[in-house]
């Protein structure tokens, strides 16, 4: 009897087990899987020219001045992340040692990927990723990637900043065609008037967009400070003062320009180029030139013209004197 009742005890665990096998949740096989697909990255070779303001001559205003900008790219970066933020690959390419630069193939899963791609001709930059917690996080997913330069407070230190961001639904092998965008843009500041000695100028953003949100290709605060500053001190007497600098594009950062001039009252006089309402558009050339006072030029400025006429071609023959 004692026998019995152990076979039968041992069969009936044998069933359960059973049962509990066919009825687990069985891996979703398709979930592993994975295709291959390859990128042909190429970069837009223009410079666009978009005025912001229009104003009177005696203010800061922009002058449109398109400018074609030729591209020179050394470095690629590709970085492929999960919908959960998890990087699945990172591809780098240097022109100098990669046969095809430009072109990549990886193997990529089923389902979202997000593909962010980065060509530079310096690649000195710091790749990090956001933590959800800055200025303009809630328009960016935490855990993707942002661009920042150490030594630059403002944007890049180079206009050959090209970027890509995008979803990506991953259900065949396919090749895909990826033109990159020019991320950066160019502000130029021509100040006319004429400066006393002692005087300075400061360009200012506040607060600094000195990172570029790769997914949605605008720029992003993510240092410690409110405001950055760069001071600048023109040539006494001299017209004209010429200030550039590179900048992230986006909104939420004013940009201004003021001078001190010590014998005027006020002293200090400032304008803005951007309103932090003010979206700054990337690959973009903007240039403001105005007068910050009323001190104009009183002597007449002497140019010349460099261009020569048109040559008069004329024959001439040497006669040989036999005397």
Known sequence: MTRKLLTLSVAATMLLFSCKKEHSNPTDSSSNKTYQVSFNVSSELTQS?????????????????????????????????????????????????????????VQLPVGTVYAFFIATDDNSYTLSTSTNNKQ??????????????????????????????????????????????????????????????????????APPNNALDLLSQTGEHTNIYSSV???????????????????????????????YFPSLTPASINKTLFAATDTI?????????GYLTNLRPTTSVITTDTAWNPTINKTFSIKRNNN
């Open 136 to 205: 303009d996080a809630a328009k960016m997913p935490k855990g993707y990637p942002v661009i920042s330069y150490d030594n630059s407070y403002f944007g890049p230190p180079t206009t050959s900043v090209f970027t890509k961001g995008q979803a990506l639904n991953i259900t065949a092998p396919s090749t895909q065609a990826i033109s990159l965008s020019r991320a950066a843009s160019r502000l130029t500041v021509v100040v006319d008037d004429v400066p006393p000695a002692n005087t300075s100028y400061t360009y200012t953003q």
């Open 49 to 105: 020219t978009t005025p912001l303001i229009s104003a009177s001559s005696s203010q800061m205003h922009t002058l449109a001045a398109a400018k074609p900008i030729p591209v020179a790219t050394a470095y690629l970066t590709a970085l492929f992340y999960d919908a959960n933020s998890k990087l699945l690959q990172r591809v780098d390419q240097t022109k100098a040692s990669t046969t095809n630069y430009g072109t990549i193939s």
């Open 229 to 259: 500053a760069q001071g600048l001190n023109p040539t006494a007497g001299q017209s004209g003062y010429t200030y550039e600098a590179i900048i992230w594009p986006g909104v939420g950062s004013t940009h201004s320009f003021s001078g």
């Open 281 to 289: 558009k990337p690959n973009t050339r903007y240039r403001f030139e």
